[in-house]
């Protein structure tokens, strides 16, 4: 688990790069990326569903990426894109093409239906972290 956390640490930080990351940023990009799979890691292994674990890790992910967004005042989104890289389904959606190509079409559809499910649930845990954040600056002011 350690070696998947701190290949993880890397990842983020490579699409950081990638993505022009400002470099003062780039040491938080990396522990976003790296918490995002920890708390992944940690729900599949209570026996969490991979979509609802895969939506709560994106939760917070979203949350940590604004606090940082907010005390190293750069825009959320530099911390988020490359924390949600290590949560995309890449293997899932591999292995769906890999059996629709194989004709395996029972298989290929459940694999390509928990993709759809688990990008969607990514989609959905940054859609509510900012509508929680918008919610508690409108009970703020």
Same mark, same amino acid.
């Given at each position: 688990m350690i070696v998947q956390i701190l290949t993880n640490f890397?990842?983020?930080g490579a699409f950081a790069v990638i993505f022009n990351v400002p470099l003062n940023s780039l040491l938080q990009c990396c522990l976003v990326g790296m918490i995002g799979r920890l708390l992944l890691i940690l729900l599949n292994n209570n026996n969490i569903?991979?979509?609802?674990?895969?939506?709560?890790?994106?939760?917070?992910?979203a949350v940590i990426? &604004?606090?940082? *967004? /907010?005390?190293?005042? %750069?825009?959320?989104? $530099?911390?988020?894109?490359?924390g949600i890289i290590p949560l995309v389904?890449?293997?899932?959606?591999?292995?769906?093409?890999?059996?629709?190509?194989?004709?395996?079409?029972?298989?290929?559809? &459940?694999?390509? *239906? /928990?993709?759809?499910? %688990?990008?969607?649930? $990514?989609a959905v845990g940054l859609v509510l972290s900012e509508a929680l954040t918008q919610i508690l600056k409108i009970r703020k002011a």
């Open positions: 890397i990842v983020s569903d991979a979509v609802l674990a895969t939506l709560s890790a994106t939760f917070f992910l990426s &604004q606090i940082f *967004a /907010k005390i190293y005042k %750069t825009p959320t989104i $530099i911390f988020t894109i490359s389904p890449g293997g899932l959606a591999y292995n769906a093409t890999r059996n629709f190509v194989e004709n395996h079409y029972d298989l290929a559809i &459940q694999f390509a *239906a /928990k993709a759809l499910m %688990t990008s969607g649930a $990514i």
